[in-house]
């Protein structure tokens, strides 16, 4: 891949992918949008940091007066924590934020998108965007999974946010052809919640089988979908299922009431969640972040050897 002046890994990251060294990508909305400061940047620290010490490379991807970014030096990670008025970037969003200079957080679409143009095979999130309920009414659905849909990228994630209609994004996630494992689970992970409840087709047990995986991917060749490594909060540190259950019925009832959709109704549900759980989702989140990102980068480096 050429440099361009509007994708521009860092020098650290276009190194380790020169060498063929593992490298994890990791999304910035998290940083922006999904944490309060300071906590932001000692938690984008705390994540390169997980990565690091499983011997991979981490790749935080954001968009800098409109250059796309991948891997960011301390200064930029410092930016995109403490900047005022940053945009959330989904893969739409690219172009123009290139052409206006504009700054802004990468979504999963955005971040897998970009990983992949540079040549970032693995990819750790929290939980991935999906179908909404009331999709009947308002057909609102993430572009996550559109993006999942054309891109050869494995996403290391707890499941699918539990705001949204997760079997409705299961179906959706089979009619687009994008392979779903377990990591050491029989059901679907539920972001929060170690599990949904939801059967999960395939149950893998090791980073080396996801390896193979993708290995195997690359040589049936086919559509270029990703991979979603779906690996659950651990049971102690999930939120508790009860609290959960109850606050997200407040959060949607609310949100229904207050005529919020679109853009809007995730920041809304999830920040009705912390406050409603008194910042338990949060560290369940982080819990989640945190177990997906160590796994990646496992992922990463079985992957390099393979």
Same mark, same amino acid.
């Given at each position: ?8 890994? !860092? ?37 390169? *940091?997980?990565?690091? =010490?499983? @011997? ?7 968009? &800098? ?37 504009? !700054? ?19 990819? =750790?999130? #929290?939980?991935?965007? #999906? ?32 705001? &949204? ?24 992970? #539920?972001?929060?919640?170690?599990? !949904? #409840? ?17 290995? *195997? ?44 959709? @679109? ?6 549900? &999830? ?6 759980? @008194?910042?338990? !989702? ?8 945190? @177990? ?15």
């Amino acid at each position: 891949m050429t440099h361009h002046s509007i994708l521009q890994p !860092s020098d650290e990251v276009a190194a380790a992918l020169a060498a063929g060294e593992p490298v994890v990508a990791l999304e910035s909305t998290i940083i922006s949008h999904g944490l309060p400061r300071p906590r932001n940047l000692e938690v984008a620290r705390e994540l390169e *940091g997980v990565v690091r =010490a499983a @011997g991979a490379v981490p790749a935080t991807i954001a968009v &800098l007066d409109g250059v796309a970014k991948v891997g960011l030096t301390e200064t930029e990670l410092e930016r995109i924590a403490m900047e005022d008025g940053l945009r959330k970037l989904g893969q739409r969003d690219l172009p123009v934020a290139a052409a206006l200079k504009a !700054s802004g957080a990468t979504t999963v679409s955005a971040t897998s998108f970009l990983a992949a143009r540079a040549g970032v095979r693995v990819f =750790a999130t #929290g939980g991935l965007g #999906g179908v909404h309920r009331g999709w009947t009414v308002d057909q609102d659905e993430s572009a996550d999974l559109d993006t999942l849909a054309n891109t050869r990228l494995t996403i290391v994630c707890a499941g699918v946010k539990s705001i &949204l209609d997760v079997p409705a994004t299961l179906q959706r996630l089979e009619t687009r052809e994008v392979t779903v494992a377990g990591y050491r689970t029989d059901t679907f992970p #539920g972001f929060y919640l170690n599990s !949904s #409840g939801l059967p999960i087709d395939w149950r893998v047990e090791t980073p080396e089988e996801i390896a193979t995986i993708m290995r *195997g991917q690359d040589a049936l060749g086919g559509p270029e979908t990703a991979l979603v490594v779906a690996n659950p909060v651990p049971v102690d540190q999930q939120l508790d299922p009860a609290l959960h259950d109850r606050v997200l019925a407040e959060a949607l009832a609310a949100a229904d009431r207050d005529g919020v959709k @679109g853009q809007a109704i995730t920041p809304f549900l &999830l920040g009705y969640l912390v406050n409603g759980t @008194g910042g338990a !989702s949060l560290e369940a989140n982080l819990a989640a972040v945190r @177990g997906n990102t160590a796994l990646a980068a496992q992922i990463a480096v079985a992957w390099a050897k393979s």
